[in-house]
Protein backbone atom coordinates (compact mmCIF):
# COMPACT_ATOMS: atom_id res chain seq x y z
CA UNK A 1 0.00 0.00 0.00
CA UNK A 2 2.41 2.20 1.26
CA UNK A 3 4.18 1.89 -2.88
CA UNK A 4 0.46 2.71 -3.97
CA UNK A 5 0.16 5.85 -1.70
CA UNK A 6 3.87 7.13 -3.03
CA UNK A 7 3.33 6.46 -6.61
CA UNK A 8 -0.11 8.40 -6.34
CA UNK A 9 1.53 10.89 -4.34
CA UNK A 10 4.05 11.36 -6.92
CA UNK A 11 1.90 11.54 -10.00
CA UNK A 12 -0.08 14.38 -8.48
CA UNK A 13 2.57 16.51 -7.74
CA UNK A 14 4.32 15.95 -10.82
CA UNK A 15 1.51 16.69 -12.53
CA UNK A 16 1.37 20.18 -10.08
CA UNK A 17 4.47 20.95 -11.42
CA UNK A 18 3.75 20.34 -15.12
CA UNK A 19 0.74 22.51 -15.09
CA UNK A 20 3.13 25.17 -13.04
CA UNK A 21 5.53 25.22 -15.69
CA UNK A 22 2.84 25.26 -18.72
CA UNK A 23 1.17 28.25 -17.25
CA UNK A 24 4.24 30.17 -16.92
CA UNK A 25 5.19 29.24 -20.78
CA UNK A 26 2.14 29.97 -22.12
CA UNK A 27 1.47 33.44 -20.24
CA UNK A 28 5.06 34.43 -21.40
CA UNK A 29 3.93 33.37 -25.07
CA UNK A 30 0.75 35.05 -24.94
CA UNK A 31 2.34 38.25 -23.89
CA UNK A 32 4.79 37.70 -26.72
CA UNK A 33 2.97 36.78 -29.79
CA UNK A 34 0.56 39.35 -29.28
CA UNK A 35 2.68 41.76 -28.38
CA UNK A 36 1.13 43.73 -25.44
CA UNK A 37 1.67 46.96 -23.82
CA UNK A 38 3.41 46.28 -20.70
CA UNK A 39 1.57 49.03 -19.01
CA UNK A 40 -2.10 46.52 -19.01
CA UNK A 41 0.04 43.09 -19.65
CA UNK A 42 2.02 41.56 -16.66
CA UNK A 43 4.79 39.10 -17.15
CA UNK A 44 5.44 36.73 -14.54
CA UNK A 45 8.60 39.54 -13.27
CA UNK A 46 6.32 42.03 -12.98
CA UNK A 47 4.04 40.03 -10.87
CA UNK A 48 6.82 38.94 -8.57
CA UNK A 49 8.03 42.70 -8.22
CA UNK A 50 4.38 43.79 -7.41
CA UNK A 51 4.48 41.22 -4.56
CA UNK A 52 7.72 41.47 -3.06
CA UNK A 53 10.29 43.95 -4.41
CA UNK A 54 8.15 46.96 -5.06
CA UNK A 55 7.98 49.56 -2.44
CA UNK A 56 4.30 49.09 -2.24
CA UNK A 57 4.40 45.25 -1.64
CA UNK A 58 3.33 45.10 1.66
CA UNK A 59 0.50 47.13 1.26
CA UNK A 60 -0.53 45.47 -1.58
CA UNK A 61 0.07 41.63 -0.52
CA UNK A 62 -1.89 42.68 2.56
CA UNK A 63 -5.21 43.48 0.38
CA UNK A 64 -4.91 40.66 -1.92
CA UNK A 65 -4.30 37.98 1.20
CA UNK A 66 -7.24 39.67 2.65
CA UNK A 67 -9.64 38.78 -0.31
CA UNK A 68 -8.12 35.80 -0.52
CA UNK A 69 -8.78 34.56 3.00
CA UNK A 70 -12.43 35.55 2.44
CA UNK A 71 -12.05 33.96 -1.48
CA UNK A 72 -11.36 31.01 -0.07
CA UNK A 73 -13.92 30.87 3.00
CA UNK A 74 -16.74 31.91 0.89
CA UNK A 75 -15.14 28.96 -1.84
CA UNK A 76 -15.28 26.49 0.89
CA UNK A 77 -18.65 26.54 2.26
CA UNK A 78 -20.07 25.97 -1.42
CA UNK A 79 -17.54 23.52 -1.88
CA UNK A 80 -18.73 21.40 1.46
CA UNK A 81 -22.25 22.07 0.95
CA UNK A 82 -22.50 21.46 -3.20
CA UNK A 83 -20.43 18.42 -2.59
CA UNK A 84 -22.79 17.27 0.41
CA UNK A 85 -25.84 17.30 -1.72
CA UNK A 86 -24.82 15.51 -4.97
CA UNK A 87 -23.60 12.83 -2.63
CA UNK A 88 -27.35 12.57 -1.44
CA UNK A 89 -28.97 12.84 -4.06
CA UNK A 90 -26.90 10.68 -5.93
CA UNK A 91 -27.62 8.02 -3.53
CA UNK A 92 -31.23 8.72 -3.71
CA UNK A 93 -31.14 8.25 -7.76
CA UNK A 94 -29.30 5.06 -7.75
CA UNK A 95 -31.40 3.68 -4.74
CA UNK A 96 -35.03 5.34 -6.32
CA UNK A 97 -34.98 5.19 -9.86
CA UNK A 98 -38.19 7.01 -10.27
CA UNK A 99 -36.87 10.02 -8.43
CA UNK A 100 -34.63 10.32 -10.67
CA UNK A 101 -36.44 9.74 -13.75
CA UNK A 102 -38.32 12.64 -12.37
CA UNK A 103 -35.73 15.12 -11.33
CA UNK A 104 -33.17 14.34 -13.68
CA UNK A 105 -34.63 15.93 -16.67
CA UNK A 106 -34.87 19.19 -14.03
CA UNK A 107 -31.39 19.25 -12.82
CA UNK A 108 -29.90 18.87 -16.54
CA UNK A 109 -32.40 21.67 -17.45
CA UNK A 110 -31.27 23.98 -14.82
CA UNK A 111 -27.58 23.16 -15.28
CA UNK A 112 -28.36 24.72 -18.70
CA UNK A 113 -29.21 27.98 -16.99
CA UNK A 114 -26.31 30.52 -17.20
CA UNK A 115 -25.07 31.11 -13.61
CA UNK A 116 -24.69 34.57 -14.65
CA UNK A 117 -28.01 35.00 -15.44
CA UNK A 118 -29.48 33.12 -12.08
CA UNK A 119 -27.35 35.12 -9.48
CA UNK A 120 -30.10 38.82 -9.63
CA UNK A 121 -32.83 35.90 -8.44
CA UNK A 122 -30.31 34.59 -6.36
CA UNK A 123 -29.56 37.52 -4.14
CA UNK A 124 -32.72 38.84 -3.99
CA UNK A 125 -33.37 35.21 -2.38
CA UNK A 126 -30.61 34.75 -0.14
CA UNK A 127 -29.47 38.51 0.12
CA UNK A 128 -25.75 40.01 -0.72
CA UNK A 129 -24.44 37.96 2.55
CA UNK A 130 -22.34 34.66 2.86
CA UNK A 131 -25.36 32.53 2.02
CA UNK A 132 -25.46 33.49 -1.01
CA UNK A 133 -22.07 32.73 -2.13
CA UNK A 134 -22.27 29.98 -0.36
CA UNK A 135 -25.60 29.09 -2.69
CA UNK A 136 -23.56 30.25 -5.79
CA UNK A 137 -20.55 28.18 -5.38
CA UNK A 138 -22.67 25.32 -4.22
CA UNK A 139 -24.53 25.47 -7.50
CA UNK A 140 -21.19 25.19 -9.94
CA UNK A 141 -20.03 22.36 -7.22
CA UNK A 142 -23.44 20.33 -7.39
CA UNK A 143 -24.06 18.93 -11.08
CA UNK A 144 -21.13 18.22 -12.43
CA UNK A 145 -20.60 16.22 -9.18
CA UNK A 146 -23.52 14.71 -9.13
CA UNK A 147 -23.09 13.44 -12.73
CA UNK A 148 -19.76 12.15 -12.12
CA UNK A 149 -21.42 10.44 -8.67
CA UNK A 150 -24.70 8.47 -10.54
CA UNK A 151 -21.90 7.40 -13.13
CA UNK A 152 -19.78 5.90 -10.47
CA UNK A 153 -22.36 4.74 -7.94
CA UNK A 154 -23.32 2.40 -10.88
CA UNK A 155 -20.16 0.99 -11.91
CA UNK A 156 -19.66 -1.77 -9.34
CA UNK A 157 -19.58 -4.87 -10.69
CA UNK A 158 -23.16 -6.31 -11.11
CA UNK A 159 -21.86 -9.67 -10.25
CA UNK A 160 -21.02 -8.40 -6.76
CA UNK A 161 -24.25 -6.62 -6.56
CA UNK A 162 -25.87 -9.97 -7.23
CA UNK A 163 -23.98 -12.07 -4.88
CA UNK A 164 -25.01 -9.37 -1.75
CA UNK A 165 -28.62 -9.94 -2.96
CA UNK A 166 -28.20 -13.70 -3.34
CA UNK A 167 -27.30 -13.86 0.70
CA UNK A 168 -29.78 -11.72 1.39
CA UNK A 169 -28.73 -8.29 1.44
CA UNK A 170 -31.10 -5.29 0.65
CA UNK A 171 -30.30 -2.10 -1.95
CA UNK A 172 -28.87 -0.81 0.90
CA UNK A 173 -26.08 -3.50 1.53
CA UNK A 174 -25.21 -3.13 -1.92
CA UNK A 175 -24.80 0.13 -1.83
CA UNK A 176 -22.51 0.15 0.93
CA UNK A 177 -20.77 -3.32 0.33
CA UNK A 178 -20.60 -2.56 -3.53
CA UNK A 179 -21.60 0.61 -4.65
CA UNK A 180 -19.95 3.14 -2.74
CA UNK A 181 -16.29 1.34 -2.80
CA UNK A 182 -16.66 1.42 -6.82
CA UNK A 183 -17.85 4.93 -6.70
CA UNK A 184 -14.53 6.62 -4.65
CA UNK A 185 -12.39 7.37 -8.38
CA UNK A 186 -15.54 9.18 -9.19
CA UNK A 187 -16.14 11.06 -6.06
CA UNK A 188 -12.31 12.05 -5.95
CA UNK A 189 -12.47 13.58 -9.53
CA UNK A 190 -15.73 15.25 -8.49
CA UNK A 191 -14.01 16.54 -5.68
CA UNK A 192 -10.80 17.89 -7.87
CA UNK A 193 -12.79 19.27 -10.38
CA UNK A 194 -15.29 21.20 -7.89
CA UNK A 195 -12.03 23.21 -6.28
CA UNK A 196 -11.62 25.31 -8.69
CA UNK A 197 -15.48 25.52 -9.92
CA UNK A 198 -16.15 26.53 -6.43
CA UNK A 199 -13.69 29.31 -6.36
CA UNK A 200 -15.11 30.56 -10.00
CA UNK A 201 -18.29 30.86 -7.91
CA UNK A 202 -17.18 32.20 -4.83
CA UNK A 203 -15.63 35.26 -7.33
CA UNK A 204 -18.23 35.44 -9.47
CA UNK A 205 -20.50 35.68 -6.52
CA UNK A 206 -18.27 38.64 -4.78
CA UNK A 207 -18.07 40.37 -8.32
CA UNK A 208 -21.65 40.73 -8.86
CA UNK A 209 -23.39 40.56 -5.82
CA UNK A 210 -21.33 40.99 -2.47
CA UNK A 211 -18.64 43.47 -3.11
CA UNK A 212 -16.29 41.71 -0.49
CA UNK A 213 -13.76 39.16 -1.21
CA UNK A 214 -10.79 38.64 -4.01
CA UNK A 215 -12.95 38.87 -6.96
CA UNK A 216 -14.36 42.48 -5.45
CA UNK A 217 -10.59 43.40 -4.97
CA UNK A 218 -9.89 42.60 -9.06
CA UNK A 219 -13.18 44.50 -9.78
CA UNK A 220 -11.84 47.61 -7.99
CA UNK A 221 -7.84 47.18 -8.83
CA UNK A 222 -9.44 47.65 -12.89
CA UNK A 223 -11.60 50.06 -12.26
CA UNK A 224 -8.63 52.16 -10.82
CA UNK A 225 -6.30 51.33 -13.51
CA UNK A 226 -4.18 49.00 -11.31
CA UNK A 227 -3.05 46.01 -13.44
CA UNK A 228 -0.36 45.13 -11.47
CA UNK A 229 -3.17 44.44 -8.68
CA UNK A 230 -5.70 42.71 -11.01
CA UNK A 231 -2.72 40.17 -12.81
CA UNK A 232 -0.98 39.73 -8.95
CA UNK A 233 -4.73 38.49 -7.86
CA UNK A 234 -5.24 36.30 -10.51
CA UNK A 235 -2.06 35.05 -10.29
CA UNK A 236 -2.83 34.17 -6.16
CA UNK A 237 -5.81 32.71 -6.74
CA UNK A 238 -4.70 30.34 -9.50
CA UNK A 239 -1.55 29.26 -6.74
CA UNK A 240 -4.00 28.64 -3.97
CA UNK A 241 -6.32 26.52 -6.48
CA UNK A 242 -3.65 24.17 -8.19
CA UNK A 243 -2.75 24.10 -4.49
CA UNK A 244 -6.13 22.77 -3.06
CA UNK A 245 -6.11 20.42 -6.11
CA UNK A 246 -2.98 19.00 -5.04
CA UNK A 247 -4.28 18.69 -1.74
CA UNK A 248 -7.40 17.01 -2.61
CA UNK A 249 -4.79 14.49 -5.04
CA UNK A 250 -2.83 13.82 -1.85
CA UNK A 251 -5.79 12.81 -0.01
CA UNK A 252 -7.29 10.55 -2.52
CA UNK A 253 -3.87 8.91 -3.16
CA UNK A 254 -4.23 7.55 0.67
CA UNK A 255 -8.01 6.74 0.31
CA UNK A 256 -7.84 4.84 -2.83
CA UNK A 257 -4.84 3.10 -1.80
CA UNK A 258 -6.63 1.66 1.53
CA UNK A 259 -9.95 1.97 0.88
CA UNK A 260 -10.34 1.86 -3.53
CA UNK A 261 -11.88 -0.85 -5.77
CA UNK A 262 -8.08 -2.18 -6.31
CA UNK A 263 -6.68 -1.96 -3.28
CA UNK A 264 -7.37 -5.67 -2.40
CA UNK A 265 -8.94 -4.60 1.03
CA UNK A 266 -12.09 -6.59 2.04
CA UNK A 267 -15.55 -5.14 2.32
Known amino acids: MIATVAWRLGRTMLSVVASVAVIIGLWYAFIAVFDLN ?3 AKDPKAVWD ?4 AEK ?9 DGLWRTLGDAGMGYLVGTAAAIV ?8 RSVERALMPVALTLRSVPLVAMIPLLTLV ?5 TAVGVIAGIIVFFP ?8 LRSGPPAAADLVLAYGGGPATV ?3 VSLPSALPALFVSARIAVPGAII ?6 WLATGKGLGYSMQRAQQTFDYGGVWASVVVITAASIALYAVVGVIEAIVLARYGPNSGRGS
Open 145 to 152: SLVNLVFG
Open 201 to 206: GALLAE
Open 50 to 53: YLFT
Open 57 to 65: APRSRRVIL
Open 38 to 40: SLV
Open 126 to 130: FGRGL
Open 89 to 96: VAVTFVLF
Open 175 to 177: LRK
